[in-house]
């Protein structure tokens, strides 16, 4: 049974830093899966964040993130990392974890596993 349990959301300043993490059980980082991150924000839809394969290099991000977020993984622990820097108010929402077999997409239909999430607040 694949789970996913994320961590290390709180409550920041605009320009503060958190590290989110998620880790994974029910798979080894030896199996191609593609995991990515979601928030989302109060009254709007979930959107993807970051996404990686866990059987290569491939990372992506959205634009709005690109040069403040990084992602990244450490196989022998089965957890993926979400580094955020210089964070802003627009970046408050609940952050998801979310795994799937398939290749990775953007799209939350296209992910079979969900995490908790944890709350992401940045005031101004």
């Known amino acids: 049974q694949v789970q996913l349990v994320e961590s290390g959301g709180g409550l920041v300043q605009t320009g503060g830093s958190l590290r989110l993490s998620c880790v994974v059980s029910?798979?080894?980082?030896?199996?191609?899966?593609?995991i990515a991150w979601f928030r989302q924000a109060p009254g709007k839809e979930r959107e993807a964040v970051s996404s990686l394969s866990t059987g290569d290099d491939f990372i992506d991000y959205i634009d709005s993130v690109k040069g403040r977020f990084t992602a990244s993984k450490d196989h022998a622990k089965s957890t993926v990392y979400l580094q955020m820097n210089n964070l802003k108010p627009e970046d408050t929402g609940v952050y998801y974890c979310a795994a799937t077999a398939a290749l990775i997409g953007t799209l939350t239909r296209e992910y079979d596993y969900w995490g908790q999430g944890t709350q992401v607040t940045v005031s101004s």
């Open positions: 029910g798979f080894t980082f030896d199996d191609y899966y593609a």
